[in-house]
T-cell receptor
Framework: DAGVIQSPRHEVTEMGQEVTLRCKPI?????LFWYRQTMMRGLELLIY????????DSGMPEDRFSAKMPNASFSTLKIQPSEPRDSAVYFC????????????FGDGTRLSIL | AQKVTQAQTEISVVEKEDVTLDCVYE???????LFWYKQPPSGELVFLIR??????QNEISGRYSWNFQKSTSSFNFTITASQVVDSAVYFC?????????????FGSGTRLQVQP
């Protein structure tokens, strides 16, 4: 079975450029999460969708970050304009059912902003 | 507010030693779920186990075992006869049943190094 698929795996870009990270959740899962992992802050939830609707975006750092989920099989996380402090590993995870079920993570996107 | 504390930042053991990773959590809810995830050097996050707040039975899966104690708000993870392949960062996490609540709250992780 296909797991959560993220693209790209690595992204290196210059400050000020727009960055778009993509995620395809596991088929049938109704919740999707975007996390960011840094050495300083660990794993932080950025935003959480349930049935394609954003439920909790309190973790989105600022207006430069935006996320969409136009359908059940695709989500994007966009950073515009990007800054060096956005460098991190960004994970997408999906979950079926309620909070009792485990989240399944993609392999992450390692983002470097120069 | 919910919080997960993994006080051990890094642990180093020699192969075949047993090792216990500690996890202490805080929550005001009576229904919640606890998880352990493994992050090997390759970077992916791998789900290991889930435990609900009503089930305090210990669980064993091969060399892995988990000890959940509500009285001390702890959910500790023991690896018996550790192997080099167990080297990874291990995260404990907490979530609620209600989908309207916040998603997984992770601890800061414990880096386990198993030396040959």
């Amino acid at each position: 079975d296909a797991g959560v698929i993220q693209s790209p795996r690595h992204e290196v870009t210059e400050m000020g450029q727009e960055v778009t990270l993509r995620c395809k959740p596991i088929s049938g899962h109704n919740s999707l999460f975007w996390y960011r992992q840094t050495m300083m802050r660990g794993l932080e939830l950025l935003i959480y969708f349930n049935n394609n609707v954003p439920i909790d975006d309190s973790g989105m750092p600022e207006d430069r970050f935006s996320a969409k989920m136009p359908n059940a099989s695709f989500s994007t996380l966009k950073i515009q304009p990007s800054e060096p402090r956005d460098s991190a590993v960004y994970f997408c995870a999906s979950r079926g059912g309620q909070g009792s079920q485990p989240q399944h993570f993609g392999d992450g996107t390692r983002l470097s902003i120069l | 507010a919910q919080k997960v504390t993994q006080a051990q930042t890094e642990i180093s053991v020699v192969e075949k030693e047993d090792v216990t990773l500690d996890c202490v959590y805080e929550t005001r809810d009576t229904t919640y779920y606890l998880f352990w995830y493994k992050q090997p050097p390759s970077g992916e996050l791998v789900f290991l186990i889930r435990r609900n707040s009503f089930d305090e039975q210990n669980e064993i899966s091969g060399r892995y075992s988990w000890n959940f104690q509500k009285s001390t708000s702890s959910f500790n993870f023991t690896i018996t006869a550790s192997q080099v392949v167990d080297s990874a960062v291990y995260f404990c996490a907490l979530s609620y049943l209600d989908t309207g609540r916040r998603a997984l709250t992770f601890g800061s992780g414990t880096r386990l190094q198993v030396q040959p």
